[in-house]
């Protein structure tokens, strides 16, 4: 199956700094990629869709200011948590999907990011 | 609004039992992916039901796609500890450059 490749798997950072999360699609272009947030034992919200070349997609109630979304490539989208907070602490999963016959979802490892 | 249902949210058996998880919509997807989550990682895909009616066995998990493309079962048979995690509907309605739609998810829990 396809490889989507998610860095780091865990961060701590100091409340006001900037964190950056990587996502890679190791063996298969995507020209769009998709961002979720994921709270203790439930399931993904999508917060943005990221297009390559193009501006990010937000969903409702996500801060465009405060997730700073890059599609710089076909196969690396950046997410930046910019300013962060303690409410910020959260799992962070990307993931991409194929163009054309499949339309699976693949996703990265996740990252765990705690705000102190 | 959750587009897809899914239930059980929570289930908890002991090993050797069967179960079913369903997940359940009003709209049509154009196909149907089941992923399982475990704590701190991110979800992997188990499955992918694209006909109507469509039914895929992964050894001891089998997967259904309703006729009407709007529902999906999967059923596993003597279940397992390492069966335990989150198992995550999620629906398509394009090709590929939409999000998918996820279920609320189930966690298993298989005691031994």
């Known amino acids: 199956g396809a490889v989507v490749s998610q860095h780091p798997s865990r961060v701590i950072c100091k409340s006001g700094t900037s964190v950056k999360i990587e996502c890679r699609s190791l063996?298969?272009?995507?020209?769009?990629m998709f961002w979720y947030r994921q709270f203790p034992k439930q399931s993904l919200m999508l917060m943005a869709t990221?297009?390559?070349?193009?501006?990010?997609?937000?969903e409702q109630g996500v801060e465009k200011d405060k997730f700073l979304i890059n599609h710089a490539s076909l196969t690396l989208s950046t997410l930046t948590v910019t300013s962060a907070h303690p409410e910020d602490s959260s799992f962070y999963i990307c993931?991409?999907?194929?163009?054309?016959?499949?339309?699976?979802?693949?996703f990265g490892q996740g990252t765990r990011l705690t705000v102190v | 609004t959750q587009l897809l249902e899914q239930s059980p949210q929570f289930l908890s058996i002991q090993e050797g039992e069967n179960l079913t998880v369903y997940c359940n919509s009003s709209?049509?997807?154009?196909?149907l992916q089941w992923y399982r989550q475990e704590p701190g990682e991110g979800p992997v895909l188990l499955v992918t039901?694209?006909?109507?009616?469509e039914v895929k066995k992964l050894k001891r998990l089998t997967f259904q796609f309703g006729d009407a493309r709007k529902d999906s079962s999967l059923h596993i048979t003597a279940a397992q500890p390492g069966d335990t995690g989150l198992y995550l509907c999620?629906?398509?309605?394009?090709?590929?450059?939409?999000?998918?739609?996820f279920g609320s998810g189930t966690r298993l829990q298989v005691q031994p």
């Open positions: 993931s991409a999907r194929r163009q054309g016959a499949s339309t699976e979802a693949f």
């Open positions: 990221s297009n390559e070349g193009s501006k990010a997609t937000y």
């Open positions: 709209s049509v997807f154009s196909s």
């Open positions: 039901v694209v006909t109507g009616g």
């Open positions: 063996d298969f272009q995507a020209t769009t």
């Open positions: 999620a629906g398509a309605q394009d090709t590929g450059r939409r999000a998918l739609t």
